[in-house]
């Protein structure tokens, strides 16, 4: 079993969806097919839902009706029988009569929101499923809804989708697609929710660890992950193949043909994950997998939207206990480190969620000086095989962003990243410096 993850551009137009239908069906590998929304739905969506939620409510009908006709002619091209097209309009009519029914809603709430926002994945699956009916083969649509589910602090938990999966799948032996959407999930109240933006990666990858998938395949608009952020720098390349690790610091540090949190399932239980073109589907693409190659430097990524802190202690505590009252404080707010730089007496960190920032600094004032933050950071990470007997790693990033002032630096957390906190106005001059630095070919 496969599981093959397509993007909003690989299911955005009619003649796409068709040539999505070809690629899963060219061997005869059964395989979960994860879809995302079509390309556009999810902003649209999201747009409608912020009409609602200031109440201006002929803001948001304007905007169904739109998104409606956008679906209509979606429907009207991708069936060639007048019975799919019946089909495909009844999918649309149904969901966007529910549209209408949660804009009726008031207040609009975030519960409304969610429901709201998964009706892009709802619709594409259901649009794709009949198209493939239509097609005659073998498939059926398994509700993500039924089977994925997160817990009370957003993380999914994997165990129950494979157990429930484990006991849905044998029905459906005689298929050899089942589609399923990406995205969307149920929280611990039962109600709709989702892995965040850009999620569909995460579901695959779920998907795959839970049922131990042979391979997870996430299809998208480019070939592979390439070296350097490609709509920032000119004259990158595809990385052929990448370590877990690698892959995972790359999108967790803004990767973003990849979900943050993608590479984590799928390291758990040793699947590899090969990200593929739709466009090009006979490029190699990039394999992720427990092997590495021989390059010294494989890829750069950028996080923007980073916080750093200056935390100095006022010597009241014993030198052994500061850290760990520091890092209480952010547990207990939810809050996540990225990065982290000592000194002796003082430490700065990096967080990405401000939300709590208040607390966390009124708490940290009892026995801290804190600065006033720096915001508009943002983090720069290298990744490679930086093994200790490696010279020259540090020398070489150093020699590339000699013109860029760095804030914060990070090297030896793990083998493979070297980060750097720069201000968000010279991300473009590091990215593009170290593409001259790191990977002039
Ligand atoms: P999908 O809709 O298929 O999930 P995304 O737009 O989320 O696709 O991700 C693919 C996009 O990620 C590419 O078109 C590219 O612009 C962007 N991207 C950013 N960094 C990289 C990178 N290092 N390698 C490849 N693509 C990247
Ligand atoms: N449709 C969702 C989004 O646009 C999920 C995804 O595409 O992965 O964020
Ligand atoms: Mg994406």
Redesign the pocket.
Known sequence: MQVW??????VGKPERMRSIRNLITADSTRKIVVL?AL?GSTNALLAIGESLKTSNDDDATTKIDALRAHYDTFVSELYATEAGKAAGLQIIESEFSFIRSLAGIKPFTVKQEKELVAEGELLSTQLFQAYLVEEGVASTLLPALDFMRIDADNEPEIQVTEQILAEMLPAHDDKQIIVTQGFICRNPRGEVDNLKR?G??YTASLIGGAVRADEIQ??????????????IVKN?F??RELTFDEAAE?AYF??????PSTITPARMFGVPVR?KN?MEPAAPG?LIADRTSSEVFK???AKDGITALYIHSTRMLNAYGFLRRIFEIFEKYKTPVDMLATSEVSVSVTIDNTERIQEISEELSAFCTLEEPDYDQTIICVVGNFSADNEGVALKVFKAMENIPIRMISYGGTESNLSLLVHSKYKVDALNALNDGLFAR
Not at 5 to 10: E, H, I, L, P, R
Not at 254 to 259: C, D, F, N, V
């Open positions: 993850k397509f993007g909003g551009t690989s995302s390309s850009g569909s990666d996430i299809w998208t608009d480019i070939d592979g992950m390439h070296n350097n952020d490609p709509r990158t595809p990385v790359l803004g990767a973003k043909i990849l979900h990200l739709t990039t890829a750069v990524a």
